[in-house]
């Protein structure tokens, strides 16, 4: 069994390393190729980040000399369990005052908060039983269409 580390929303904690529900990893959700096209950087997964454990969370981090992005993915049993994390890490990831926006067209909830630090943001998405985050300091066209392309990937059936 893998065990990995992840830090999501400020916390860190040490779990068994999973995926999707269907059993994808982060990184074979959100493809290198794809995120280095959808980024125009040549990018390269970073091993001292990924994988990274949160609960059952399944993280990937993508990189650059200039460019950081990081994929969780946070499979539940059931849709109403995934609404309750999804309510819940609204709460602990944009809890700090700052405004986050309502998105529309990712998956059946999102929102993007950006970040003054980083010159990039946040998007929390949950799609189906499925709760999924990325971070970075790319812009948030670049992160929305990292985030479609994640639920387009979840809506096509699992490699065999």
Do not use: W
């Amino acid at each position: 069994m893998r065990i990995a580390t992840t830090i999501m929303a400020g916390t860190l904690l040490v779990a068994p390393a999973i995926g999707a529900g269907d059993g994808r990893s982060a990184c074979e959700l959100l493809p290198l190729s794809l995120v280095s096209s959808v980024t125009g950087n040549t990018l390269h997964i970073d091993p001292s980040s990924s994988p990274v454990q949160k609960r059952r969370a399944d993280s990937c981090t993508y990189s650059d000399d200039g460019t950081k992005i990081t994929f969780s993915v946070l499979p539940f049993q059931t849709e109403a369990e995934a609404r309750s994390e999804f309510a819940g890490e609204i709460a602990r990831t944009f809890g700090d005052g700052q405004p986050s926006s309502l998105l529309r067209g990712v998956g059946v909830e999102a929102r993007f908060q950006s970040s003054e630090l980083s010159g990039g943001g946040t998007l929390l998405a949950r799609h189906s039983s499925i709760v999924f985050v990325i971070t970075g300091n790319a812009d948030q066209e670049v992160l929305v269409a990292l985030a479609r392309a994640v639920v387009a990937r979840l809506e096509e059936p699992a490699p065999e």
